[in-house]
């Protein structure tokens, strides 16, 4: 048993087969992302982690890799629109859970980045589930609505994986979580207002270390970089009333804004589309989970997405952590058994959540320029049963052995079964 921890250990702390290297891949149905369609018997060349060329005709330079994709599907790297990976390790044990904090003052400025566990087992997990970059959210914090700043963690198993920190300001609206705020929705919406209104007239400027060093400080910075449109304002909430009223807040202060969970959206999908706000859901849920979500129907991602939202996806309860890359591979397939075209559930799982968090320059696209993070499909990624074939992350190609694999191997021999792996 401790032999087998080892392999383990030594396993998962790899984050990469083999170094960088320059690489073409060919013969390749290419998903590009982009408005065209798929690029039969493309090619796509990678130098130094980045996307050089990618076409029908692209001529390798001499001494580069040259892998012959068979006619498989390439696309870009997947990524989770809101998520807890890195923070959740088992749900039920308190010692492995660090999603959020009930003291301390911090608010709007809790980092949930420092948080996050870049060697969890549960991260090569959903990499070979062909997850490459993951939105990270936190929970709670001592200072509702606000529940912290959410962070980017790329999943290349590096010992600093976080690829950005302190991207958003998020806050929790409804149900439960106004028993926080007094015990109404309306002191939610009220409370966020007037943090909003006090960041806006705080000079930048404070006379005096104390108020420099104070959290109250620390978070009207990080609202006034919201207010700034330099990161958005995510609020997650599900009631339709609720994104109304956070459709409007962003058009008062003129805010970038994303919303997670969302569950009624649909029903104000034409507001939502003029204020060019994005929106993470789940389209697996059908059923109200409360009487937040009476209106949650299984096309909401396609009726979204027909009046010209941007949806990315995720998933909520263990499958936020615990299956954060094929829990969002069967939420995309669910949205195409009720309507989403496949095309738009593939953007929904790579260009719209990144440029939703803010990477949409650099992540997202299978175009030059772009960070080399690409996945080889042996079918169709929106089938559960389909695996990654090759996975690279800024050029490298990662190790897809999970811990799942290694323990199903050790048992199989040990009862003189054959092992699939």
């Not at 870049?118 to 090569?124: A, G, H, M, R, Y």
């Not at 690829?163 to 919406?189: C, D, H, N, P």
């Not at 060019?276 to 129907?297: K, Q, T, Y």
């Amino acid at each position: 048993m401790k032999l087998l921890l080892v392999i383990v250990s030594a396993c998962l702390a790899c984050s990469s087969a083999a170094a960088a290297q320059d690489l073409m891949i060919r013969n390749a149905r290419i998903f590009t992302g982009e408005d065209r369609a798929v690029i039969e018997n493309g090619a796509v060349l990678v130098r130094d982690g980045i996307i050089k060329q990618v076409g029908a005709e692209v001529i390798p330079p001499e001494g580069v890799t040259s892998l012959d994709a068979g006619g498989a599907l390439l696309t870009y790297g997947f990524m989770n629109g809101a998520t807890q990976l890195g923070l959740v390790e088992m749900g039920s044990s308190g010692a492995a859970t660090d999603t959020g904090m009930d003291k301390g003052h911090l608010g709007a400025a809790f980092d949930i980045s420092y948080a996050i566990n870049p060697n969890s087992t549960l991260i090569p997990l959903a990499r070979a589930d062909g997850l490459t970059m993951a939105a990270i959210v936190p929970g709670q914090s001592d200072q509702p609505p606000f529940t912290g700043m959410p962070a980017l963690l790329q999943l290349d198993g590096s010992g600093d994986s976080t690829a950005r920190r302190k991207v958003a300001v998020s806050v929790t609206i409804g149900g439960a979580s106004a028993e926080e705020s007094g015990g109404s929705r309306a002191a939610q919406w009220m409370q966020l207002r007037r943090a909003l209104n006090e960041a806006a007239e705080e000079k930048e400027e404070r006379p005096g270390r104390e108020a420099q060093e104070s959290c109250a400080a620390y978070g009207h910075q990080a609202l006034r970089q919201v207010l700034a449109r330099e990161i958005p304002l995510v609020i997650a909430t599900r009631r339709e009333s609720d994104i109304r009223n956070a459709v409007r807040l962003a058009g008062d202060y003129e805010l970038r804004l994303i919303l997670v969970g969302a569950d009624e959206a649909w029903r104000a999908a034409t507001e939502i589309a003029g204020r060019d706000v994005g929106v993470v859901l789940n389209p697996l849920i059908n059923l109200p989970e409360s009487f937040d979500s009476i209106g949650a129907r299984n096309q909401a991602v396609h009726l979204l997405a027909k009046a010209g939202v941007s949806v990315a996806f995720m998933r909520s309860g263990i499958h936020a952590s615990y299956n954060a890359g094929l829990g969002i591979r069967e939420a995309a397939g669910t949205a195409v058994a009720y309507g989403m075209p496949w095309d738009e559930a593939l953007r929904a799982l790579t260009v719209y959540p990144a440029r939703m968090w803010g990477v949409g320059d650099t992540h997202g696209l299978i175009a030059p320029g772009y960070s080399a993070d690409l996945v080889l499909w042996e079918g169709d990624p929106l089938e559960p049963s389909s695996r990654a074939k090759h996975v690279w992350i800024a050029g490298d190609e990662m190790e897809l052995t999970t811990r799942q694999d290694l323990l199903t191997e050790r048992y199989a021999e040990q009862n003189g079964l054959q092992s699939n792996q």
